[in-house]
């Protein structure tokens, strides 16, 4: 027989006192392995919701640098048309107008020869493009009592020294009308429609959305009939000059070349659309930046608010734990050791005989300890599977666990996690040896003779 | 000579103060084949003077020799098995092991003998078994090897606590009021192994206040406040 035999069969002997030490070292098992296992989901979970927050603000933000991009690249294109394509527009005017009246009611009265137009085109200006003569006046439509700008227009003055380009403002063909928006707005003028205008009938050809302009409360009329009308046969008020080459400054070049060919002229450098255009596109770009620089900013804030709930839960749990923890192990140790002491009173008499047959110290030692660490074993790896399947349902069932992958597979492929089920059954077993130890101790320095004295 | 107490002196400290001279210059020889009873009323010392001797009780003075050797003057652990070797206890209250079985309670004597004196391996352990089995046989548990010490009466728990004692065939049998708890015919199946054990070569050291008992043995001595009477 083998001492082995003795701590078998004294545990199934007295199944209760062992269940019960097996049962307190479970319990701290259990609350050493949910607590890491809380406070690893913990850490888990903080990792999933804040990249997942991450990603969400990140998609966001590449959606708003998109925009901003194609704010920007629209901008872009649009300056490089101002600069290259359109440049940018003057107004040759007679020496005597003044521009202020330009300005404030989009109207001219000085004149100077038709011919000019054709004389700069003959020309060899090098800096110009487009020509267009122009009468532009403020008249009342005489038939609607309506307050309008007659704009004759003509079409390009072609330039002789170069090839024809593409018209960039169509000529108005006789008898038609191109109409501003607040004017077809009131009259409710359709595309088609007759008009009779100063006696003469003119047919709708385009309406004109809205600009914002002048432009809003123009007619568009062929020059002829505009000079007839105002009566300023082979004369014009102005002539526009579109899609200068001449970006940067050399406005003063184009007005030096001009004042040589056309003696008695100014040149006013008009404010085009396409500048108008660009500054909406640059408000629009500005706009788009400071919605992604808040955006950013609010994203930021709320991955910090989130990182700060988080920290504060784990914070929360981690508390918990720290008292929950010491406090089990404190009762399991209590437990364990009050059990050990009481069965060491229980066994005193089979103690004394085992003393007279010849057991050494360290084997009664052996025999107590041996069950402790029996008891810590079985404790330990119970506490483990219990602390699992316990930890696991809470974060299944009761927790925010954010996502559908099972939290037990995340943890087990946590080292760490693994090693505190490793190592939890063999500190178990500490616990339990330790618990037991002064009861053991007593059990081993126990007086054989009082015992056997036949008290 | 196989036992040999030589002036022993034995004080108990009590919790209070106050003191018990339980022995006092005791001196007692033993040889092989004797069956030695020692009487004397409750209190004299006796269960004292059988555990000095069966080396569980060191004495404050005085000499205990065991064939020869001084059991007191060797480590605690070679003591104990010594004590496994050599010795053989009955007492009053069986002391039998409660979870164990009979067999097994008997068996128990052989945990503490080391390796190589007749105990370790399959054979030796079936070699064991065996014997245990016919020393329950001889005092007629036979049929009981299975059973736990709680299933038994008195008479055959002692009969157990016997066959446990003689297991590892020791030189010296100490029985402490082996027949105090028995009827008679127990007690004479009691009395007459011991007789059987000294006739087979054992020395046999029997504590006894009781007259009938003591009509076994060799040499009956008289005991009363720690010391030997005429
Ligand atoms: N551990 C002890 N502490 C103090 N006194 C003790 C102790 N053990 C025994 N005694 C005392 O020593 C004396 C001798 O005791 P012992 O047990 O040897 O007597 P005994 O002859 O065996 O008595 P009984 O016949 O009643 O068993 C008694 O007075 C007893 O009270
Ligand atoms: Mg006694």
């Known amino acids: 027989m083998k001492l082995t035999h003795l701590i078998t069969r004294e545990i199934a002997h007295r199944k209760l006192t062992f269940g019960l030490s097996v049962l307190a070292i479970a319990v701290a098992a259990v609350a050493l392995v949910a607590a890491d296992m809380v406070v690893r989901a913990d850490a888990l979970a903080t990792d999933r919701i804040l990249s997942a927050k991450q990603a969400e603000t990140e998609e966001v933000l590449a959606e708003k640098v998109r925009v901003v991009a194609a704010a920007g690249a629209d901008l872009e294109e649009a300056m490089r048309k101002h600069m290259k394509g359109l440049g940018f527009n003057v107004l040759i005017l007679p020496e005597q107008q003044d521009p202020a009246e330009l300005h404030l009611s989009g109207s001219l009265s000085e004149t100077m020869p038709a011919s000019y137009a054709d004389r700069l085109g003959d020309s060899s200006i090098m800096t110009i493009n487009h020509l267009l003569p122009t009468v532009l006046k403020q008249v009342k439509w005489p038939e609607q009592e309506l307050d309008v700008i007659l704009y004759g227009t003509r079409g390009e003055v072609p330039l002789m020294h170069r090839a024809l380009k593409k018209p960039v403002l169509d000529a108005v063909a006789p008898g038609q009308m191109v109409v501003g928006w607040s004017i077809h707005q009131k009259l409710g003028l359709q595309v088609g429609q007759e008009v009779e205008f100063f006696g003469r009938k003119f047919t709708v050809s385009v309406l004109h959305p809205e600009r914002g302009s002048t432009d809003d409360v123009t007619l568009w009329i062929d020059l002829n009939q505009a000079q007839e009308i105002l009566g300023l046969q082979n004369l014009i008020h102005a002539i526009l000059a579109l899609e200068c080459d001449c970006a940067g400054d050399r406005i003063s070049e184009i007005r030096r070349e001009i004042a040589g060919i056309l003696p008695g002229t100014q040149v006013i450098e008009r404010h085009s659309q396409a500048l108008a255009r660009a500054e909406a596109r640059t408000k629009a770009k500005l706009v788009a930046e400071e919605s992604l620089a808040a955006e950013q900013e609010a994203s930021a804030a709320t991955l910090a608010r989130e990182r700060a709930a988080r920290a504060e839960l784990e914070a929360q749990h981690q508390q918990v734990a720290q008292v929950v923890i010491p406090l089990v192990l404190l009762l399991a140790v209590a437990a364990v050791g009050v059990l050990a002491f009481n069965n060491v009173r229980y066994r005193r008499e089979e103690i004394g005989i085992l003393r007279a047959l010849g057991l050494r110290t360290s084997q009664v030692l052996y025999v107590f300890l041996g069950k402790a660490v029996l008891s810590g074993i079985i404790g330990g790896v119970l506490g483990v599977v219990i602390g699992l399947l316990g930890g696991w349902a809470v974060t299944h069932w009761v927790g925010d666990w954010p996502t559908d992958s099972p939290l037990l597979n995340d943890l087990l492929a946590s080292p760490g996690f693994v090693f505190t089920l490793l190592s939890t059954p063999v500190l178990a077993v500490v616990l339990a040896a330790v618990a037991s130890w002064l009861a053991a101790a007593a059990a081993a320095a126990q007086d054989a003779a009082v015992v056997l004295q036949g008290e | ?230």
Request: aromatic share 4%; hydrophobic share 40%.
């Open chain 2, 1 to 230: 000579m196989l036992l040999e107490l030589r002036g022993i002196h034995k004080t108990y400290h009590g919790a209070a103060g106050g003191q018990v001279q339980a022995l006092r210059d005791v001196s007692l020889q033993l040889d092989a084949g004797q069956f030695v009873a020692i009487r004397g009323p409750s209190g004299c010392g006796k269960s004292s003077l059988l555990l000095t001797a069966g080396t569980l009780l060191a004495p404050d003075s005085g000499e205990v020799l065991i064939q020869g050797e001084q059991p007191y003057q060797m480590s605690s652990d070679r003591r104990a098995t010594f004590r496994a070797e050599q010795l053989g206890f009955v007492f009053q209250q069986f002391h039998l092991v409660p979870y164990l079985s009979v067999l097994e309670n008997v068996l128990a004597a052989r945990i503490a003998l080391p390796v190589g004196v007749g105990s370790t391996g399959g054979a030796a352990e079936n070699d064991d078994q065996r014997r245990a089995s016919e020393l329950l046989e001889q005092f007629g548990l036979g049929d009981r090897l299975g059973h736990t010490p709680s299933q038994l009466s008195s008479g055959e728990r002692q009969r157990c606590a016997l066959a446990r004692a003689l297991l590892n065939r020791p030189a010296l049998l100490l029985a402490d009021e082996p027949t105090g708890n028995l009827d008679p015919e127990n007690s004479a199946i009691v009395l007459r192994a011991l007789r059987q054990f000294a006739d087979g070569g054992g020395a046999v050291l029997l504590v006894t206040h009781d007259e009938q008992a003591s009509t076994a043995a060799d040499r009956v001595l008289h005991m009363n406040s720690g010391q030997f009477v005429a």
